[in-house]
């Protein structure tokens, strides 16, 4: 999935609504995962909000990706212990 | 992690910068992991201003979550593929 407005004619592009403003998204999946995946960072940024009422869109958003970069690395982490306990039981 | 400035005393509190931007972000991680969390946002954002200069800054960062979302969510289905076989492998 590509964050851009330039797509490709093989993508599809969704029209989504996060924060009250309108993004277009295009990507190789359905417009159902976009508007998931919009619906998601939509739903952290107003919980973001809820705790600190101060913060403008712009820091609200970074700091959506900062926790869903953190969670990301949290669940490489326990991809990878998986992964290897995988591998010793095959072996 | 905790993206809010009103952290409790036992918390770790990190001053990163992103995309030009002081943040004051929490947890219970160390300030390392902070700063790397930090640095891939900020990598994320400046590629999708290479592609799209016209995007302001809080475009960016919302596009930034929606693209770490999508990620988070293929590596979650990944997880769960590897955690069935995983366990069909033991039983």
């Given at each position: 999935?590509?964050?851009?407005?330039?797509?490709?004619?093989?993508?599809?592009?969704?029209?989504?609504?996060?924060?009250?403003?309108?993004?277009?998204?295009?990507?190789?999946?359905?417009?159902?995962?976009?508007?998931?995946?919009?619906?998601?960072?939509?739903?952290?940024?107003?919980?973001?909000?809820?705790?600190?009422?101060?913060?403008?869109?712009?820091?609200?958003?970074?700091?959506?990706?900062?926790?869903t970069i953190h969670e990301y690395i949290k669940?490489?982490?326990?991809?990878?212990?998986?992964?290897?306990?995988?591998?010793?039981?095959?072996?």
């Amino acid at each position: 999935m590509e964050a851009n407005g330039l797509t490709e004619n093989e993508k599809i592009r969704a029209m989504v609504m996060i924060y009250g403003q309108q993004y277009t998204i295009s990507g190789t999946e359905t417009t159902e995962h976009m508007q998931q995946v919009a619906a998601i960072v939509d739903k952290k940024m107003r919980e973001i909000h809820s705790v600190n009422p101060n913060l403008n869109t712009s820091a609200l958003a970074v700091l959506t990706a900062v926790n869903t970069i953190h969670e990301y690395i949290k669940l490489q982490e326990k991809y990878e212990t998986l992964e290897e306990e995988f591998k010793q039981l095959k072996d």
